[in-house]
Every structure is written in structure tokens, then in C-alpha cells.
């Protein structure tokens, strides 16, 4: 039976780093799920690793023709960005990996079934968490100070105890330590 793991956590928790280092250890047993979006590219992302960027009207027309398991708005500083996944067929005996929120691993539960989706929580201590966002801020070219503690706030209440509870089988993997740590716990849910 083909597993999805469906990595999730607050802005700054690691998620990228995390993802990475997995994919890296495990890139000939887990294929990634790439979602798409429409907000514009940070620097040095490229499409199709992390993020398959979009327009709006290729967006619309994937809806259009009922193509999408999961979608995501944001109101932004900077305007509208959406973040969505188009439907794809499991491999079977496959497993596959990608990062999204808990809206999205309700969504997937709801096209692939509980016993498919593996959530994975990455946890980090919030004096951390808000470290790691103003360094990657700080980071960028034009640094979007704003939308950086728009996003944090907004993750208290996403990723709320009663949200969190409310995904079935969630497991949670901290990012405090070193990332072969992290990758180290997530070992012990994917050899499941």
C-alpha cells in the first residue's frame, strides 16, 4: 500500500531543511508530491523543487476541470498567493512525500483515505521559530518584514492544540536539534 507523508509545521519550524534531508536519505523509496503556487519566488528557490510556480490563469483553468485535492488562499502584503496541489494517481507501493498545512492533510485524507496519509508535525520552540523566519528575512534581497509576522501570527492559530488534535495520526518530530536528529525521528514513522 502506497503511504503519503504530509509534512507540516509553523513558519521557520524547518520544513524545507527537513524535507530536503529526507528526500536526500530516502530519494529512491519516497517520490515528492511538488505543489503549486502563485506567489512569486524567493530567492534562490527553483520551480519545480520546492514549488511548481504558477499563474493565476493556469490555476483557474486546473479548477476548471476539477484537477485540484487541496487549494489555499492567503491574503498577503503583497496581494493574493494560492497554494494548491493538482490530483495525480498513487503508484502503487509507492510512497510520497510533500509539505502542506493540516487544511491539506484533511484534504488528502479526503481523496486518498486515512490509512494513506502519514502526517508528520515538525515542532520548534517559538523564540526559535521567530529567529529562523528574520534570518531567512533577512536573507532576501528586498526582506518582507510584514508579511514575515503576518505569517507567524497567523500560525499560533492554525496550528492551534485543538487543530493539531484534530488530525487523526498525527506525529511530531522536533527540529530543535541537528537535522540527522530530526531525520532520525522521522526514521521510526516512515519504518512503520
Not at 110 to 128: E, N, Q
Not at 136 to 157: F, G, I, K, T, V
Request: proline share 5%; glycine share 6%.
Amino acid at each position: 500500500m502506497s503511504r503519503i507523508f504530509c509534512v507540516v509545521g509553523k513558519s521557520g519550524s524547518g520544513k524545507d531543511t527537513f524535507y530536503r534531508a529526507v528526500l536526500e536519505k530516502y530519494r529512491h523509496r519516497l517520490t515528492p508530491i511538488i505543489p503549486c503556487t502563485t506567489r512569486p519566488m524567493r530567492e534562490g528557490e527553483v520551480s519545480g523543487e520546492n514549488y511548481l510556480f504558477v499563474t493565476d490563469s493556469e490555476l483557474h483553468r486546473l479548477e476548471r476541470q476539477g484537477r485540484i485535492i487541496e487549494k489555499r488562499e492567503y491574503h498577503t502584503v503583497q496581494g493574493l498567493w494560492t497554494y494548491f496541489t493538482p490530483k495525480f494517481d498513487l503508484e502503487k507501493g509507492r510512497d510520497y512525500i510533500l509539505i502542506t498545512t493540516l487544511e491539506g492533510v484533511r484534504s488528502f485524507i479526503a481523496a486518498f483515505g486515512r490509512d494513506t496519509v502519514r502526517p508528520v508535525y515538525l515542532s520548534l520552540p517559538d523564540g526559535k521559530r521567530l529567529h529562523r523566519c528574520l534570518d531567512r528575512e533577512d536573507a532576501q534581497p528586498r526582506p518582507d518584514y510584514a508579511e514575515m509576522c503576518r505569517r507567524y501570527l497567523a500560525d499560533e492559530a492554525d496550528f492551534s492544540p485543538q487543530n493539531l488534535s484534530s488530525i487523526p495520526n498525527l506525529q511530531t518530530v522536533s527540529t530543535e536539534g541537528t537535522v540527522q536528529e530530526s531525520v532520525t525521528e522521522w526514521e521510526r514513522i516512515f519504518d512503520e
